[in-house]
T-cell receptor, first 113, second 115 residues
Framework: DGGITQSPKYLFRKEGQNVTLSCEQN?????MYWYRQDPGQGLRLIYY???????QKGDIAEGYSVSREKKESFPLTVTSAQKNPTAFYLC????????????FGDGTRLSIL | AQTVTQSQPEMSVQEAETVTLSCTYD???????LFWYKQPPSRQMILVIR??????QNATENRFSVNFQKAAKSFSLKISDSQLGDAAMYFC????????????FGSGTRLQVQP
């Protein structure tokens, strides 16, 4: 079955450490997205990519970086510059057509040690 | 920038009854799409229903329907014959038809279903 796979499910970061969250999709979707969810809040956009080798900052990009070298993959790196990284991170993908919904992975919970 | 507001942090409904979740949005665009997503305790995001702004007819998916009032910028979700499995967080989301294609989410409404 096609879908979006996020790994790991749980991740712990030490102070000053960079960590990378994986997102892989086999839906043949062109566009991919990263969202952050804090307790009691909605999802906020970190980065998005409409095509391979191109990506744009979202609303809360500071302290994060991404790459899009393959259509199937859109990894997110949480750098040491992100001072409050504890959150639930969701990856999504969609076809580029504007009326197509986004499909989501199961998320990664990141915590600080 | 577009904003989405869900003014009901929590709602409760009796099993088999009907409940309506509210959502308002602010935009200057004429081409856009609206969505309701469900997030159960597993935290998976599940698409419930979507509405194209150019369509006057309200979308319906089985027990779920919307009341789309474009002039008022309102997009409420009605759940009929509520079931225990409907208990979840519900998020309203906006997507531009011309600009950024990412979703803008509201803060969510937690729905409890009482047996």
């Amino acid at each position: 079955d096609g879908g979006i796979t996020q790994s790991p499910k749980y991740l712990f970061r030490k102070e000053g450490q960079n960590v990378t969250l994986s997102c892989e999709q086999n839906l043949n979707h062109d566009a991919m997205y990263w969202y952050r969810q804090d307790p009691g809040q909605g999802l906020r956009l970190i980065y998005y990519s409409q095509i391979v080798n191109d990506f744009q900052k979202g609303d809360i990009a500071e302290g994060y970086s991404v790459s899009r070298e393959k259509k199937e993959s859109f990894p997110l790196t949480v750098t040491s510059a992100q001072k409050n990284p504890t959150a639930f991170y969701l990856c999504a993908s969609s076809l580029r057509d504007k009326n197509q919904p986004q499909h989501f992975g199961d998320g990664t919970r990141l915590s600080i040690l | 920038a577009q904003t989405v507001t869900q003014s009901q942090p929590e709602m409760s409904v009796q099993e088999a009854e009907t409940v309506t979740l509210s959502c308002t949005y602010d935009t200057s665009e004429s081409d856009y799409y609206l969505f309701w997503y469900k997030q159960p305790p597993s935290r998976q995001m599940i698409l419930v229903i979507r509405q194209e702004a150019y369509k006057q007819q309200n979308a319906t998916e089985n027990r779920f329907s919307v009341n789309f009032q474009k002039a008022a910028k309102s997009f409420s979700l009605k759940i009929s014959d509520s079931q225990l499995g409907d208990a979840a967080m519900y998020f309203c989301a906006y997507r531009s038809g011309t600009g950024r294609r990412a979703l803008t989410f509201g803060s969510g409404t937690r729905l409890q279903v009482q047996p």
